[in-house]
């Protein structure tokens, strides 16, 4: 769709322009969108991708902390049970797009437990194509940040071996 592509075009564009300190008022804008009492879900789709994208395209020394932030917002509030299946698929995309530029957040307990939280969530998530990137992030999670997963193994095995035994 057109709106697909459009957050591919902001993702490159922000490559260019946030690395010379430019259009700063992209994150929050994007934010706005996701997290907006009775914004479009058309909208929150789009500019959850655009975040998505935008975490694939620049390296997050570029980017400040509390951008990063407001970007991780955003998503977590798009994988909330409640959200239709297009957007909670939207953010669990960009979610997995996300999970090496949030590396700091990662490191911290409490933000890693509502990272993890978030994607647990999703992996129970009626729709497949959910659930399927909801073990993506998952597996990367587990590529990327290994050392913190003790805290969560029991349930990631309970979980995973429950989908394994009833999946479809």
């Known amino acids: 769709t057109s709106r697909h592509t459009c957050a591919q075009v902001i993702a490159k564009i922000a490559r260019i322009e946030f690395p010379a ?3 700063n008022e992209l994150i929050p804008g994007l934010l706005s969108n996701v997290t907006k009492e009775g914004s479009p879900p058309t909208l929150v789709q789009a500019s959850l991708q655009s975040l998505g994208y ?5 390296d997050s020394d570029d980017v400040q902390q509390s951008s990063v932030n407001e970007i991780l917002t955003a998503i977590v509030d798009g994988m909330k049970p409640a959200k239709s299946p297009e957007i909670v698929h939207a953010a669990c995309t960009a979610m997995l797009n996300a999970l090496e530029f949030v590396h700091t957040n990662f490191g911290n ?3 890693r437990d509502h990272i993890m939280n978030a994607i647990c969530a999703a992996s129970t998530h009626a729709e497949q194509k959910v659930r399927v990137v909801a073990y ?9 940040y290994y050392e913190h997963l003790g805290d969560y193994m029991q349930a990631l095995f309970t979980m995973t071996f429950k989908t394994v035994r009833e999946d479809h």
Not at 54 to 58: D, N, P, Q, V
Not at 136 to 144: D, M, P, R
């Open 21 to 23: 300190g430019e259009w």
């Open 54 to 58: 935008f975490c694939e395209e620049i």
């Open 109 to 111: 307990k409490p933000e």
């Open 136 to 144: 993506e992030c998952i597996g990367q999670v587990a590529n990327l």
